[in-house]
């Protein structure tokens, strides 16, 4: 743990992203392991519902704020969590400037946070950084196959830099560091309409509609529940392993049989159409986490089907 920790407080905890998907997520498990929490957010994706149950919880302060602009904090910090960031496609791609500032001003001012408290800072990266890989599944020490200049290079190169720039604060600074690249993750407080393909599939499914498969659905993702996902960056940050992990499912599956899966899960009766595939879209994406079980003692526990009654049953109160 950081140096300068009293015995005789609560640890403090700074979340960027605070009121997003995975940030509200995180926010939850920390306040339970006996935290302090201050979240950051500017609600460019995030959504107030995703925090709003911590309302009067005298260990959550909550700051309105681009986590471009100096963060300035009078109070002790121990852990710094950077997940600001749009993550979806349709963000990005609407929002490619401010994805490349939050990756690039944001993870700099973030750490200069880090740095000024003396806290323990973790990056939330991305399997993204790792492009349409040439290598399967992908391992932590390969650099990838990106293209700096296509529709996703804006958060693709965004997420790479910020770890460069992590690695640097680590080198120059002498700060402690934790890269987290994550892998797809579902669960409830995912937004319907942000363009992934669980809400896409679940939303369209619920509604009757015709699930939108892109190409020949012989591509391939792994799905990991939040709770996992979230229980293995915990560990990371509290490990004394300092070099990038993936965290995620290792089950991989076609789109063709996620889509029916989600068809079987909703009982629905939709049917499936296809469309041209994206470009850029990665035809593989499965994580070896040979460095998580092996650092972290950490594998996903929730079986898909398990997960995603809980995610359908979720969106059925949004739909």
Not at 111 to 134: C, H, M, Q, V, W
Not at 144 to 157: K, L
Not at 210 to 226: H, I
């Amino acid at each position: 743990m950081p140096k300068q920790r009293s015995l005789s407080r609560k640890p403090t905890s700074v979340v960027t992203g605070a009121a997003g998907f995975l940030g509200s997520h995180l926010t939850d498990l920390l306040l339970s392991r006996g935290h302090k929490v201050i979240g950051i957010d500017n609600f460019v994706t995030g959504g107030v519902d995703n925090i709003s149950h911590l309302g009067g919880n005298r260990d959550f302060k909550f700051i309105e704020q681009d986590v471009t602009e100096f963060i300035f904090l009078d109070a002790p910090v121990d852990y710094v969590w950077h997940f600001a960031s749009p993550a979806s496609p349709i963000d990005y791609l609407e929002l490619p400037i401010q994805t490349l500032k939050v990756g690039s001003l944001g993870t700099h001012k973030a750490l200069g946070l880090a740095k000024n408290k003396g806290a323990r800072f973790l990056l939330a990266s991305t399997s993204e950084i790792y492009g349409d890989p040439l290598v399967h599944p992908q391992t932590e020490d390969y650099w990838g196959n990106v293209n700096p200049i296509g529709p996703r290079g804006c958060y693709d190169e965004a997420k790479r830099f910020a770890e460069a720039m992590t690695i640097a604060y680590q080198k120059e600074h002498k700060i402690e560091t934790r890269i987290v690249r994550i892998f797809n993750t579902y669960g409830p407080r995912m937004r319907l309409n942000d363009g992934r393909v669980v809400p896409a599939f679940v939303s369209q499914a619920l509604h009757g509609k015709p699930l939108t498969v892109f190409g020949k659905g012989d591509q391939t993702r792994s799905f990991c529940y939040v709770s996992d996902l979230i229980d293995g960056i915990y560990r990371l940050m509290m490990s004394s392993y300092d070099k990038p992990v993936n965290i995620g499912n290792p089950i991989e599956m076609t789109m063709i049989e996620f889509a029916k899966e989600i068809i079987q899960v909703t009982k629905s009766r939709s049917k499936i159409t296809f469309k041209p595939l994206p470009q850029d879209d990665p035809r593989q994406r499965q994580p070896d986490i040979t460095r998580a079980r092996k650092y972290l003692k950490w594998e996903p526990k929730v079986p898909l089907a398990v997960g995603l009654r809980k995610t359908i049953a979720y969106f059925r109160t949004k739909a």
